[in-house]
């Protein structure tokens, strides 16, 4: 006959006990360890009805009672997110910075866990404002969370159904596409440098943006050597890297950095004005360094040979365009361009997926699905003229019906 009780809790009262490993957890040496919970009962058979209660539950969705949902998240960034040698340190930055100013400041982070059910993070996706770019990195974020959770035992892993809410304008910026450079726009960037601040440095910078589709990081990133035979190769950057301390962000520091993705390696061929253009911005980056005294492999620097900050450029961007008058637009707008012309020219979409470095055609489709508005009239303006230019004929008889048909008729 089994035992009815095997233990005595507060000094008097006899209990049936069984432990069980319910989860993991992290120990002072930084190692897994098992989580191990006693379950009580006034007999085995109710203290086993107790463990498969506590799991059923566990199933559902949590079992952190006594939990809160902000202090869990504060150590995972502190101890896992941040060490993780996995993502890019943009990549950090963006997840912690996006937490921080949406999920850091709201309810959520009161909530003690086991309150936190996928209706409640549904609803503060649906609630938050902020566009769509910003919910879907708190996502991710949260979905590496809920793994964390869900592998100590914590919490069950409830984001498989959320979905990420799009506002109407997120819905208008999605219909209307990339943002491009017309092409009367580019006539004045083009021939207008000599109203431009740092005129050598900014020219050649833009000329090389609008002919690779490169992104400004990449461009920085460019020494001389990569350029051979009208061919440049793409294999570094210059970023802003976040400098995080104790946890937290604490500034940037400017650096070489490897790419984005290994589909970010690609070379791309250069025609005849970027080489004539290199030339020129060769010669005079020469006397530069001649006359400040430096050198450097790299084609765009400081006036002191130092790497240049990619929002010094944006400044010095927009500085130019108020001058010559034409819009404020971001720099990528080149890269935008670039991919929309080799929709315009008919390029296959496999070639511009390599040209432009993309992981997957399903990126790249945006330009060819977005086809600028004034591509869309001047197709329907060349449609109109094809119809009107056609002389309009009498239809060929296509079948003769029989006479005896006829009579009946």
């Known amino acids: 006959m089994a035992k009815k009780t095997n233990c005595v809790i507060n000094g008097n009262t006899p209990k049936y006990r069984i432990t069980r490993v319910v989860g993991k957890k992290m120990n002072e040496n930084g190692k ?3 989580i191990r919970k006693n379950f009580y009962g006034d007999s085995r058979k109710d203290a086993e009805a107790q463990v ?3 799991f059923r539950k566990k199933e559902e969705g949590i ?3 006594g939990k809160y949902f902000g202090i869990l998240a504060d150590s995972w960034i502190r101890d896992f997110l941040i060490p993780e040698t996995n993502l890019a340190d943009r990549t950090k930055e963006l997840y912690v910075g996006q937490w921080n100013r949406y999920v850091k400041s709201s309810d959520l982070y009161t909530l003690p866990l086991d309150e936190v059910s996928a209706g409640v993070l549904q609803n503060f996706y649906n609630n938050l404002n ?3 770019s910003a919910i879907k990195a708190v996502h991710y974020t ?4 809920y793994k964390y959770l869900n592998y100590v035992g914590y919490a069950k892993d409830i984001t498989g159904v959320l979905t990420i809410p799009k506002t109407k304008a997120d819905k208008e910026k999605e219909l209307a596409g990339p943002t491009v450079w017309t092409d009367e726009e580019i006539d004045l960037i083009m021939h207008n440098f000599d109203k431009a601040d740092y005129r050598f440095r900014l020219k050649f910078l833009i000329i090389l943006a609008y002919n690779t589709g490169c992104r400004i990081g990449e461009l920085l990133g460019i020494k001389y050597s990569d350029i051979k035979d009208h061919t440049l190769t793409v294999n570094r950057q210059i970023i802003h890297r976040p400098v995080f301390k104790d946890g ?5 520091e400017l650096s070489v950095a490897a790419l984005k993705t290994t589909s970010s390696y690609r070379r791309i061929p250069l025609n005849s004005i970027v080489v004539d253009a290199l030339e020129e911005h060769q010669r005079w980056h020469k006397k530069e ?4 005294g430096y050198e450097t492999e790299f084609i765009f620097t400081t006036d002191a040979g130092k790497n240049v900050d990619p929002k010094n450029v944006e400044h010095a961007v927009k500085r130019y365009y108020k001058r010559i008058g034409v819009p404020i637009k971001t720099f990528h707008t080149y890269r935008h361009t670039f991919g929309t012309n080799l929709c315009r020219l008919n390029v296959p979409i496999q070639i511009a997926s390599k040209l432009l470095g993309h992981a997957s055609i399903n990126v790249t489709m945006k330009y060819y699905v977005h086809v600028p508005q004034y591509d869309r009239e001047n197709a329907v303006e060349l449609l109109a003229k094809d119809l009107s230019s056609r002389q309009v004929k009498e239809p060929e008889v296509l079948y003769m019906v029989p006479q ?3 009579a009946a008729i």
């Open 63 to 65: 079992d952190g009672k």
């Open 52 to 54: 498969r209660e506590y």
């Open 404 to 406: 005896e048909i006829k």
């Open 32 to 34: 897994l360890v098992s």
């Open 289 to 292: 360094m001649r006359k400040k």
């Open 248 to 252: 937290k962000q604490d500034g940037y």
């Open 142 to 145: 949260m979905k590496r969370f």
């Open 130 to 132: 902020a566009p769509y």
